[in-house]
């Protein structure tokens, strides 16, 4: 009773304008929407990396198209049973993406996307160009692991390998296994798995004693930069990667950090306050609170967790998940958890929040978490579309639009709150493991140790 309570005073604390849209998000809606933004991003920006919706124009993000909106929503054109769009987009792939670019690239966003994505088309297309074009680009992003401490630099040039950017973080540098391992896996070369394993393990030797990592640190030094603390942005999906990877890989070494470090994130960062369960910020070295901020990024918390088995403290943290996004109609980029008033009011169409609604529904069977993922589709439906697409939103309060509609968008937040409402049959959540872009890896090699 208390579930349903709360959920029907949720729907009527939204717009009047707002409301006629609630409880109506559904796959069907869903995926009309994904077929509304690819229809404008095909009309003004076909080829482009990104869309920007308000201007009706492409935008790439170096001097050439790297194709990374076609890339990024190949998967969830198939998931969404699409075909004749998704062979339509293979073709144009296929035709016209190449790596052969004098362009010096950043290491994270060209994995999770690109490579990640790449290696899902060819699991789920099997088409071995796909594979050879994900080949390639791992080659050619393999220098940036040449630092004397083997984690990576941030930029690689694509032709020549130069390497530039010291000063990384956990993010960027323990978020490239899951692609790294699965090509290895797929090719059967392991020098992708070591070199991006390595990376993680010589950052995770380089936490503090009390078990937490930093904000930023020097990959050629190993000497941390930034000691702040937190599972936000620019560290989240350190975390992710840790369970995903043993999760996919069934490598105990990995097991063995996620359990650790969730441990110290759970005694440093949570926060429970009267506004609910949160996870904030810490010096790394003491442990000492600091800001207590939490955001769309930090969302993606949630759903890891409940990966991990621990529904309970999931469950509570996606109540302020909901909480933080009803109060202003959408979430904000970022907000103070004690005070409840926003510190960055920019909504960037992100998927962390639908994501665990995602989960944590397949994990419970509780209909309470598909409910708050039905209101945060439908007021994020309502407040961003666009006569050609959607857009992110400039503020969250008086819901300005900003011109711009990532590719994560329709590889993430789309893919996730379709997944929500489809039927099982969709997607089998329990034989994949989808990397930081959503992009679905399939084990079809034996776990560590030679177990099925």
Do not use: C
């Amino acid at each position: 009773m208390r579930d349903r309570a709360l959920i029907l005073a949720l729907l009527l604390s939204l717009p009047a304008s707002a409301g006629a849209q609630s409880g109506s998000a559904s796959a069907a809606v869903v995926r009309e929407a994904f077929l509304h933004a690819w229809t404008g991003y095909e009309r003004y920006a076909a080829g482009h990396d990104q869309f920007l919706p308000l201007s009706h124009a492409g935008r790439d993000w170096y001097k050439t198209s790297l194709m990374m909106t076609p890339v990024d929503a190949y998967d969830t054109m198939l998931l969404m049973g699409l075909d004749s769009l998704a062979e339509a987009t293979k073709r144009s792939i296929l035709e016209r993406l190449s790596f052969d670019r004098d362009l010096s690239v950043q290491v994270f966003e060209m994995t999770i996307r690109l490579l990640g994505g790449l290696l899902s088309a060819h699991q789920m297309n099997r088409d071995a160009r796909f594979l050879a074009l994900a080949k390639d680009l791992g080659d050619r992003m393999m220098p940036a692991f040449g630092s004397k401490t083997g984690m990576p630099y941030r930029f690689v040039n694509l032709r020549s390998g130069a390497v530039k950017g010291t000063v990384s973080n956990p993010a960027e540098i323990g978020t490239l296994m899951l692609e790294f391992g699965a090509l290895s896996k797929l090719t059967g070369d392991e020098h992708y798995y070591r070199a991006a394993k390595r990376a993680v393990q010589e950052l995770y030797r380089r936490r503090s004693p009390i078990g937490l990592v930093g904000s930023t640190i020097n990959v050629e030094t190993g000497q941390w930069v930034d000691r702040d603390s937190h599972l936000s942005g620019g560290i989240d999906s350190y975390y992710e990667y840790l369970l995903k990877s043993w999760r996919l890989f069934g490598d105990q070494d990995f097991k063995q950090m996620w359990d650790s470090s969730i441990v110290a994130a759970n005694r440093y960062l949570a926060d429970q306050r009267p506004t609910g369960l949160w996870y904030g910020h810490a010096d790394m070295r003491s442990g000492r609170r600091g800001a207590t901020h939490y955001g769309a990024l930090d969302a993606f918390l949630p759903a890891v967790l409940a990966l991990g088995g621990d529904t309970d403290r999931a469950g509570r943290l996606m109540e302020s998940v909901l909480r933080m996004w009803t109060r202003f109609g959408i979430e904000p980029e970022e907000l103070d958890y004690v005070t409840m008033q926003i510190v960055d009011s920019g909504y960037a169409l992100r998927p962390e929040a639908i994501e665990s609604a995602y989960y944590l529904y397949h994990f419970t069977g509780n209909e309470h978490f598909r409910k708050m993922g039905r209101i945060m589709t439908d007021s994020l439906l309502y407040y961003t579309r666009t006569p050609d697409a959607f857009a992110a939103l400039r503020n969250v309060v008086t819901k300005q639009q900003a011109d711009r509609m990532e590719s994560f968008f329709l590889a993430e937040t789309l893919k996730y709150a379709y997944l929500l409402f489809a039927p099982p049959r969709a997607l089998d959540f329990d034989v994949v493991t989808f990397n930081t872009e959503a992009h679905p890896l399939r084990r079809t090699w034996k776990l560590a140790g030679g177990r099925d």
